[in-house]
Structure formats: structure tokens, C-alpha cells
């Protein structure tokens, strides 16, 4: 009873609102809050495309008309340069803005540079001096170039993963493997097994100056949450239910390729997972997976 009480009350409050509403006069609208934004943040756009089109819009009632000039910085760490690798097709630098066409473009030509390893190349375009309407939250937008000439280029990706569990037997599943932004001979690597493992936890690996060895350093955290980490470790063998001589540093996994020119890469160990229920790793809360001698195919 008490419930529908409380419901009755509600509705009438509600039926109240409404009542006022319908006595008073609408508001009227008007473009005193039009404004000009991006309509995202960020976008990247490989070296070898032409053309990258930036949309900034005019959001407006009744197709209120104006202007917006915008500017380009390249970023310190890894600079765009204007000229060497993008021109800017849009001269004047300022979008102006009609009833008919609330949408301009601001435009990047992409200078061809493939064949030539760079890195990956970002800048900052900022709008600035609206005129006639508001600048809007959205006014700045990122871009990065992406360099298609890394030198592991051949085992950035995803990977189609194979080998033995020691829970499940026969077991596949899918890793991903991608660049460090700083360190040419570094990767990533996202799910390195089945189970245990987290988008948000990859773990990194070497690759000699030969591409030929991808080293995997143990003890790196795979998942992390409220109640439990996660530790790659790896182990020479296994006999029936017992481990065998445990990797101290990191495996070397050799690297070969297949007739498209695709890594493929070995993982010849017995390696998982050891879950604990604290980050110095003591209260060890036993495996939640073990994969005996893996390999992985990049797909095509």
C-alpha cells in the first residue's frame, strides 16, 4: 500500500508539471548559442593515401552563417612538417560557413613517402576566431601520419595461435602484435594465451638486429584486477604433472617466414599463466592456463 501511495504521489506531481507547461508559452529558440567544432578528435591516415578530409561543422537552429580560422602545430616528439609531409589545400586557412553548406573540410595532402621509414608523424590543428558564432568544445583535433616502413612491418598484426593446453588439449585463439612508439625493436604483444591474459595488460618482446629471435621476458603481469595478477612464466618441459627447469630471464622464440613473406614464430616452451592474490606475487592461487610449444601465423 505503501508502494502505490508513493506512485500516486509521483503521478500527481508529474500531472502537475505537465498542467504548468501547457499554461505557459514556449520558448523560443534562437542562435545565440551557434556554434563551430570538429566533429571528432583525432584520425590517422596512412602515408601512401592522397587525401585526408577534416569535417568541422557549424551547428546551428536556423542556418545561422560564419567563419572559423584554424592553425597547425606539429607535435614535439614525432613532428608532421608541413611541406615535407602533408601540404594544406585550404590557403587561407579560415572556413567560412553558409545556410546552405554547414560543413567545410579542412585538407591534408599526404605526401608520398613510403619506401622511406619515418615513424609515425603527428600534428595538432586547433580552430580559432569564430566569427558570427561560438567556438565549440570540440575544437582541437589530432592527426598521425602512419608509417608503413616500420622495419618488423613483416609481424605487426594478428597472428593465428596454436598449440597443446595442458587443461584443454589441442587449443587455438587469436594475438596481436604491435609497434612500441619509441623503440623500433620492441612489440606488443595482446593475449599471449587463451585465458589469463587482457587487452589491458599486453606484454613486450625484442627483436634482434637479425629478425630472427623474438625475446619474451617472464614475470611480466597479464591482467590485474581487484582480487588477482597475473604472471607470464615459461618452464623448458614438462613430465606428467611437474614443470620443468623454469626460464629465469625470457624465451627466445625463433622467427621465420612464410612463401607470402608473413612471420611466423615459435614459442618452444611450456608457458602460462600463474595467477596470485597480491602484486609481490607470494599468494600464488595456482595456473589458469599452461600452453606447451606454440606457434603463431600472422594472417594474410
Not at 67 to 74: K, M, N
Not at 157 to 180: Q, R, V, Y
Amino acid at each position: 500500500m505503501k508502494i502505490f501511495k508513493n506512485t500516486t504521489i509521483v503521478l500527481a506531481a508529474l500531472a502537475a508539471v505537465a498542467l504548468a507547461s501547457c499554461n505557459n508559452d514556449q520558448p523560443e529558440f534562437n542562435d545565440k548559442d551557434a556554434f563551430v567544432s570538429f566533429t571528432d578528435t583525432k584520425a590517422s591516415i596512412d602515408e601512401n593515401k592522397a587525401t585526408l578530409e577534416i569535417p568541422v561543422q557549424l551547428s546551428s537552429l536556423k542556418g545561422k552563417e560564419g567563419s572559423v580560422d584554424f592553425e597547425i602545430t606539429a607535435d614535439k616528439t614525432a613532428p608532421a612538417v608541413e611541406g615535407t609531409n602533408y601540404t594544406v589545400a585550404n590557403a587561407s586557412r579560415t572556413l567560412t560557413f553558409t545556410k546552405e553548406s554547414n560543413v567545410q573540410n579542412i585538407k591534408l595532402n599526404i605526401v608520398d613517402l613510403a619506401g622511406t621509414f619515418t615513424g609515425d608523424l603527428r600534428l595538432n590543428i586547433k580552430l580559432k576566431n569564430a566569427q558570427g558564432v561560438n567556438l565549440g568544445g570540440e575544437s582541437s583535433f589530432d592527426v598521425t601520419i602512419v608509417d608503413l616502413d616500420h622495419p618488423l612491418a613483416f609481424m605487426l598484426g594478428t597472428f593465428s595461435a596454436s598449440g597443446t593446453s595442458l587443461f584443454n588439449g589441442p587449443t587455438k585463439w587469436n594475438i596481436e602484435i604491435k609497434k612500441d612508439d619509441s623503440d623500433v625493436n620492441k612489440v606488443w604483444i595482446y593475449n599471449i594465451l587463451p585465458a589469463g591474459t587482457s587487452d589491458k595488460y599486453p606484454v613486450y618482446g625484442t627483436v634482434n638486429e637479425d629478425k630472427t629471435e623474438l625475446r619474451i621476458p617472464v614475470g611480466q603481469n597479464t591482467l590485474k584486477s581487484s582480487s588477482a595478477y597475473c604472471w607470464l612464466e615459461a618452464f623448458g618441459g614438462v613430465d606428467g604433472n611437474n614443470l620443468l627447469d623454469p626460464v629465469e630471464d625470457f624465451m627466445v622464440c625463433p622467427i621465420t617466414t612464410d612463401a607470402n613473406g608473413n612471420a611466423v614464430i615459435k614459442i618452444p616452451y611450456v608457458f602460462g599463466v600463474f595467477v596470485t592474490s597480491d602484486a609481490a606475487g607470494n599468494d600464488g592461487q595456482g595456473w589458469a592456463e599452461i600452453i606447451n610449444n606454440a606457434e603463431l601465423r600472422k594472417a594474410n
